[in-house]
């Protein structure tokens, strides 16, 4: 049905919230092996351009960017500690 902010229309919902991190993870380096291609390469991720435009709108999200740094770098809620 036409462009959409979200997955599923224009709410944020657990349907971008559980589809968000396997995409971020091979927007990254999530699956990358040595001796393999990337696998954003492999996949030829950027030809999806609906898929990547709502992923850098799901990262725009000061809530998504929050619950990114839980436990990065094996630190629980840094953002405690400002």
Known sequence: EGPRTYLVGEQYTVADMACFPWVAAVRGKGYDREGQPRVYDFLGVEKYKNVMAWADRLEAREEVKR????????????????
Do not use: F, I, Q
């Open 67 to 82: 619950g990114l740094t839980v436990c990065s770098g094996g630190e629980g809620k840094p953002w405690l500690k400002k």
